[in-house]
Nanobody, 125 residues
Framework: QLHLVESGGGLVQPGGSLRLSCTAS????????IGWFRQVPGKEREGVSC????????YYADSVKGRFTISRGNASNTVHLQMNSLKPEDTAVYLC??????????????????WGQGTQVTVSS
């Protein structure tokens, strides 16, 4: 199981931007599908975006399409989530997850083998 660490969260005003990073310790993420999910207390974990492990094809939830971009970093152990035009409803704990199989990536279903602890994103004026 990978040890994943998210970073880059914080407080931002509506319309602002944040860049989240998901970093693995001692492993390359190149062979893993990487997903970003978000969690709000009392609600189910929601799939936000995913990047496939072989094709690097990307997938987005309708709620973030056109505003968020997932990409693999120059370092092989990092994946980023660029979030633009943030809205108050984007407020959540954002978690990254990794999976060798990657079959749930296109469906943004949280059936991934390894998870980080999450980073808080708060969008508020």
């Amino acid at each position: 199981q990978l040890h994943l660490v998210e970073s880059g969260g914080g407080l931002v005003q509506p319309g602002g931007s944040l860049r989240l990073s998901c970093t693995a310790s001692g492993f390359t993420l190149r062979h893993y599908a990487i997903g970003w999910f978000r969690q709000v207390p009392g609600k189910e974990r929601e799939g936000v975006s995913c990047i496939a492990h072989s094709s690097d094809r990307t997938y987005y939830a309708d709620s973030v399409k056109g505003r968020f971009t997932i990409s693999r970093g120059n370092a092989s152990n990092t994946v980023h989530l660029q979030m633009n035009s943030l809205k108050p409803e984007d407020t959540a704990v954002y978690l990254c997850a990794a999976d060798l199989d990657g079959s749930s990536c296109p469906y943004l279903i949280p059936l991934f083998g390894s998870w980080g602890q999450g980073t808080q994103v708060t969008v508020s004026s």
